[in-house]
């Protein structure tokens, strides 16, 4: 079991920045993968970026290449994803999730691929 809680979320202007933690519990995060999902309403849920925790190898969906940046901290067990040049497409709840994934890009932009979730958090991009 993993246990996920996530932060970082808030109300931010266009062109704005927020950095989301995730901080994971419960299990050793060796060859497992860290994402971040995002669901807007009225939208399905779809891949943002993930990092394959052994390797440090990250992922990125084209929407946020550029824009946004995932990385983690081995000694907290925690992953982050800075957030840079928001737009107002960006808001959404955003989801902390970890899996099994082996390191191939389009198993990891899969949301059916992650087992463990957090609670997400609030992004909202003002225009």
């Known amino acids: 079991q993993v246990q996920l809680v996530e932060s970082g979320g808030g109300l931010v202007q266009a062109g704005g920045s927020l950095r989301l933690s995730c901080a994971a519990s419960g299990r050793t995060l060796s060859n497992y993968a860290m994402g971040w999902l995002r669901q807007a309403p009225g939208k399905e849920r779809e891949f943002v970026a993930a990092?394959?925790?052994?390797?440090?190898?990250?992922y990125y969906a084209d929407s946020v290449k550029g824009r946004f940046t995932i990385s983690r901290d081995n000694a907290k067990n925690t992953v982050y994803l800075q957030m840079n040049s928001l737009k107002p497409e960006d808001t959404a709840v955003y989801y902390c999730?970890?899996?099994?994934?082996?390191?191939?890009?389009?198993?990891?932009?899969?949301?059916?691929?992650?087992?463990?979730w957090g609670q997400g958090t609030q992004v909202t991009v003002s225009s």
């Open positions: 999730a970890a899996g099994s994934v082996p390191p191939v890009y389009n198993l990891m932009v899969s949301t059916t691929r992650y087992s463990y």
């Open positions: 990092i394959w925790w052994s390797a440090g190898t990250t």
